[in-house]
């Protein structure tokens, strides 16, 4: 496993929770990784906050108008370097292991889209968001051709 993966964080005014997102993507078991944080033209301290994080892995791209997360996501993929794309949200965290899974399953399964739980805390509650315990292949052609 050597492919390195571009992680996309779209953020906007998220200097309170920005920081945290991106220490859970450098602390991945899975290393070989860019992280592109890109910034919606945020008017808080969301810049000093990513450039407080000494991180070579780290890019940080500043907007100069507001455009929308699809938008900096879309910046984000034309910024990257790597062959795989992972986008988490400025205001959530990954589990340590997550990019080594999905990368464990795309490469047994050889495919080419792997999408995975996700938990909602709230008040010391944790509450599955999706409860897919098996994997399921679908063809890339069928998800463009799906009606």
Aim: hydrophobic share 35%; proline share 1%.
């Amino acid at each position: 496993m050597n492919e390195t993966i571009s992680v996309v964080i779209p953020s906007y005014n998220r200097a309170t929770l920005i920081g945290r997102a991106i220490e859970s993507v450098l602390q991945q078991t899975y290393s070989n990784i860019e992280i592109i944080v890109v910034d919606d033209a945020s008017t808080d301290e969301t810049e000093s906050v990513v450039k407080r994080i000494k991180n070579d892995k780290l890019h940080y791209i500043k907007l100069k108008k507001n455009g929308g997360a699809c938008k900096a996501r879309n910046v984000g993929i034309r910024a990257s370097k790597g062959e795989y794309i992972a986008f988490l949200d400025s205001d959530d965290i990954w589990n340590t292991d997550k990019l080594e899974k999905q990368m464990k399953i795309l490469q047994e399964k050889k495919a080419k889209v792997v999408a995975c739980n996700g938990w909602y805390e709230k008040a010391n509650t944790k509450r599955l968001i999706a409860n897919r315990q098996d994997i399921e292949i679908v063809d890339f052609n069928d998800l463009l051709n799906a009606k």
